[in-house]
């Protein structure tokens, strides 16, 4: 179980990356999640291109067949990964396309 404490001190800079706009360079689809995730299958994950750093990123908003390569993407902030009653809902970084 995470504390807020160390979720705060994890995401800390969040806000850096939000609305921030890149390009998706390669995606895939996931069947098979890991363990947490197994509610959110299948899922559209990327690497997404910046000016400064490439990024994997979960891709949401979007089908699959509407995805291109080079296509503009921003940063959003979503809800990850699936919390139960006394945990602390996390939050982290998704791409959507423009």
């Known amino acids: 179980m995470s504390t807020p404490a160390s979720i705060w001190r994890q995401h800390k800079k969040l806000h850096s990356y939000l609305n921030k706009v890149g390009k998706l360079i390669v995606w895939t689809k ?51 990964g699936k919390a139960k009653s006394e945990d602390v809902i996390e939050y982290g970084l998704k791409a959507k396309p423009i």
């Open 30 to 80: 996931i069947f098979v999640a890991p363990e947490g995730f197994e509610h959110q299958t299948p899922y559209l994950v990327g690497i997404v291109q910046f000016q400064d750093q490439r990024l994997p990123l979960e891709i949401v908003d979007c089908h699959e067949e509407d995805l291109k390569i080079n296509q503009k993407v921003k940063v959003v902030i979503r809800k990850i």
